[in-house]
């Protein structure tokens, strides 16, 4: 996973597939700022992801954006995703690097720097730190800074994504001072005054 300077935006799903979910995905897709987009669906059965994935897949290689799971490495290798994300409850990071191989491995280390070492060791992909703010899609258990993005920086030269309640207004003292991607949600999904097209051109 590579830094593009005109592609450092994280996409992650809503939790909950609509049926314009599609659509908005492909016109949020045609801005070309999407470098990775994430499959994110905790309250879904195996086959429902199954089908949502395939579908997703496909928008995904259209638009040369990465596709990757949340949580599911089995899911990652059936439907040959590009790599999966896993949180510290999931599968460990060495079994999952057994099974997929060389494909993208991102892991979430909240506001840990202990976290973020083990990952970097476990030969992880890249490091996702956060909540950096209030977020919209989940509650924030834990707070993360700036600081944190610079000590992970001195660390590793691996990928660094924030997360966390990210939009318009703050994305880019992030990226000022050193996350490589911006991971984003409910900005875009739950914006009561944007529509997924408008909320996505006010990130440049």
Not at 7 to 13: A, C, G, Q, R
Not at 96 to 106: P, V
Not at 112 to 123: Q, T, Y
Request: with cysteine; hydrophobic share 40%; net charge positive.
């Amino acid at each position: 996973m590579r830094k593009n300077k005109r592609k450092f935006l994280y996409l992650l799903s809503p939790n909950k597939i609509e049926k314009n979910f599609y659509k908005d995905l492909v016109s949020i897709f045609k801005f070309k700022n999407i470098s990775v987009f994430q499959l994110r669906l905790k309250k879904y059965n195996y086959k429902n992801k199954e089908i949502i994935g395939k579908k997703v897949k496909q928008i995904c290689k259209k638009f040369r954006v990465k596709f990757i799971i949340n949580d599911d490495v089995f899911l990652t290798k059936k439907l040959g995703a590009d790599g999966c994300h896993l949180g510290q409850s999931d599968m460990n990071l060495d079994k999952a690097r057994k099974i997929l191989g060389k494909k993208i491995i991102g892991i979430t280390c909240h506001n840990s720097i202990k976290l973020a070492r083990e990952a970097v060791h476990g030969n992880a992909s890249y490091i996702a730190l956060g909540a950096f703010f209030n977020s919209k899609t989940k509650r924030a258990k834990y707070k993360s800074n700036i600081n944190l993005i610079k000590k992970v920086k001195k660390l590793t030269n691996k990928p660094v994504v924030a997360i966390g309640g990210i939009n318009y207004k703050n994305y880019e003292k992030l990226l000022l001072n050193g996350a490589d991607f911006i991971a984003i949600s409910g900005y875009i999904w739950k914006n009561k005054n944007l529509n997924p097209s408008d909320a996505i051109k006010l990130i440049k």
